[in-house]
């Protein structure tokens, strides 16, 4: 929760304003039944019509402030709740974008989806509600009790008794609900992470009329949400029956011995009225609590899950270059000196659980091992500054693990990851990846123009756009477009082809020039005419450019100036195509496989 008053904290002033608007109105609230009292009583066996209507006036002016105080607290608490929870959203996106590679793999993209979504909607109902229940509920309850208690002491004793059991049920019922409502937030998280692989994945679930299968999938993980949600909000329900029948007993015991005391003379007809409405108003008020208490649950649930991930220390911090070893190739642009590496495993993650974090990391490589499985073992390579590096081997090899080591997504284990002299754990990261172009194996095309998609809200020109395009042999079909780069994409590019869509991300990797361009299975798409093409004019007009190609194909890092075949995490093969082909036997029978298929 104190992630919550936190927050509230920045609008200390509008709160406590909307507070005092609530105090007011409900003391207002609580002069009614008091007036009517007094009416009834002192002012009608007068007979006087003027007191009368005097009198009644003022009952309305009270019930209009009541009205207007109350209204207008409403609004502005929403309001103030509005800019909370935006708040919180805001820093929780920041965070997340920054989280390292282990820690997003730790947490886990559905359960940042939800925390971004629900969990900050139920930080936002809470604010809205503290600001307005938890004033009046409070204020109406006490307030209440001290009013009854100077009209008449006897019937307050009725309402005593029923206080103390109502609040043991409410305290005891909240107490089991906060861990049932971190339970249904967990199960949310397993939710949104199975609709999302189905929405995404939507064309495979319907080539293969897997519909039904993913649909029973589906339902599996919303039925366990669903019982979690059934039981929580049960165990927090079961004070509201309690407390209907407290106060329909106390009612009719309050209209029994108020009846007695009336005929006795011991209290007039008018406090009976004004104590039924009181009654209510108190028993009301705890029944609010009751949901307080509900939404307390809910709220501190959500909190907790956002602020592990707010406070979480950003675990890649920036080395000094006293700290860190100076690779021996002066001359190399960059270079891998003996690096093992493996993705974190069981890592400790939200709601006290262990998240395998290995394998959504090395998703994109398809590498996929067992307990502490190694990913790399003692890769060395070196590369000068506008040479060319090309990455072949089998699906899951660790080819994609080099890139996100050199773009520091993740920390090595052992050995040394360097860039024009220097660690890559001394650069900040925006100087460190500002080096980079980079297409990555599943990239992402955004719902927006073809123009800012290449741009990506970078400082570059329209010409360099356009020449981005070119080379990247994105040209030929923006141009054919009725309007050209103002063509606005789908979700995801959905309205583009598979060669459309690497292309226009092959033309965002060029457009800033990039000291290091990162091509990881970027033209799988491309028919080899394409590809031979985008080849040649990376090469001639971005020759100032450290290009690494990660690829399946032969033809695409033929070329290249050197070429590291891989296997199981580790480097089998090094040199030259030409080198390669005398001295490595499996990329000879990648290359008579691939070159082989392509003259039949």
Same mark, same amino acid.
């Given at each position: ?415 040394? /990851?360097?860039?024009? %002299? &220097? ?7 925006? =100087? !460190?990846?500002?080096?980079?172009? *980079? ?125 590291? /075949?891989?296997?199981? %995490? &580790? ?7 030409? =080198? !390669?082909?005398?001295?490595?036997? *499996? ?14």
């Amino acid at each position: 929760m104190r992630l919550i008053f936190r927050y509230m904290g920045k609008y200390i002033k509008p709160v406590m304003f909307v507070m005092a608007l609530k105090l007011i109105g409900t003391v207002a609230e609580l002069m009614i039944p008091y007036v009517l009292e007094y009416l009834i009583d002192e002012v009608v066996p007068l007979g006087e019509t003027f007191r009368i209507i005097l009198w009644g006036c003022i009952m309305i002016f009270v019930a209009f402030l009541c009205w207007q105080f109350n209204i207008n607290a409403n609004r502005l608490a929403v309001e103030n709740a509005h800019k909370i929870s935006y708040d919180v959203r805001r820093d929780l996106f920041n965070k997340t974008m920054h989280l390292s590679g282990a820690q997003f793999d730790a947490f886990g993209l559905p359960s940042l989806t939800s925390r971004m979504t629900s969990d900050s909607y139920n930080v936002q109902s809470f604010a809205q509600s503290f600001q307005t229940l938890c004033v009046r509920a409070p204020i109406m309850l006490v307030g209440g009790i001290i009013v009854t208690m100077t009209m008449d002491p006897v019937l307050s004793g009725i309402l005593c008794v029923m206080l103390p059991l109502l609040a043991v049920v409410i305290l005891t019922a909240s107490s089991r609900g906060i861990p049932l409502y971190h339970r249904v937030q967990e199960n949310l998280d397993d939710v949104v992470r199975v609709m999302r692989e189905n929405i995404t994945g939507i064309r495979v679930v319907k080539a293969l009329c897997r519909m039904d299968y993913e649909s029973g999938r589906f339902h599996r993980y919303n039925d366990r949400m669903t019982a979690s949600d059934v039981k929580a909000s049960t165990v927090m329900a079961i004070p509201g029956p309690f407390m209907q029948l407290c106060l329909n007993v106390g009612l009719t015991l309050v209209v029994y011995v108020g009846a007695v005391r009336v005929n006795s003379g011991a209290m007039k007809p008018g406090v009976i009225l004004a104590f039924l409405t009181y009654f209510n108003l108190i028993l009301q008020s705890i029944m609010t609590i009751n949901r307080i208490f509900m939404m307390i649950s809910k709220a501190s649930a959500s909190a907790d899950r956002i602020d592990l991930v707010l406070e979480s220390d950003v675990d890649q911090r920036i080395l000094s270059v006293e700290e860190t070893d100076v690779p021996e190739a002066h001359d190399a642009y960059i270079v891998f000196k003996n690096v093992n590496f493996k993705y974190p495993h069981n890592m400790l993650s939200v709601e006290g659980k262990k998240k395998d974090a290995a394998e959504a990391a090395s998703e994109e490589d398809g590498f996929l091992g067992g307990e502490q499985e190694q990913c790399l073992y003692d890769i060395d390579f070196k590369i000068k500054k506008g040479e060319s590096l090309g990455i072949i081997g089998p699906t899951g090899c660790g080819k994609t693990t080099i890139v996100n080591l050199l773009m520091r997504f993740y920390d090595v284990e052992d050995g040394g /990851v360097y860039i024009d %002299g &220097r660690d890559v754990r001394t650069y900040e990261m925006d =100087e !460190l990846r500002g080096k980079f172009g *980079v297409v990555f194996q599943n990239d992402q095309i955004f719902q927006d123009t073809l123009r800012n998609n290449i741009s990506f809200g970078r400082s570059v020109t329209d010409e360099e756009i356009h020449q981005a395009t070119v080379d990247a042999m994105a040209a030929e079909f923006i141009d054919g477009l009725e309007d050209g780069l103002d063509h606005m994409a789908d979700i995801k590019g959905a309205n583009l082809s598979g060669g459309q869509k690497q292309r226009v991300l092959i033309s965002r990797s060029l457009a800033a020039n990039p000291d290091i361009l990162i091509l990881d299975d970027s033209s799988s798409a491309l028919d080899y005419k394409t590809d031979a093409a985008l080849r040649k004019a990376i090469f001639e007009k971005h020759s100032n450019s450290t290009t690494i190609m990660v690829a399946q194909r032969v033809s695409s890092i033929m070329g290249m100036s050197h070429i590291m /075949v891989m296997d199981s %995490g &580790r480097c089998i093969g090094y040199g030259t195509h030409e =080198e !390669l082909m005398r001295s490595c036997p *499996v990329y000879k029978e990648i290359y008579t496989v691939q070159m082989g298929a392509i003259a039949g």
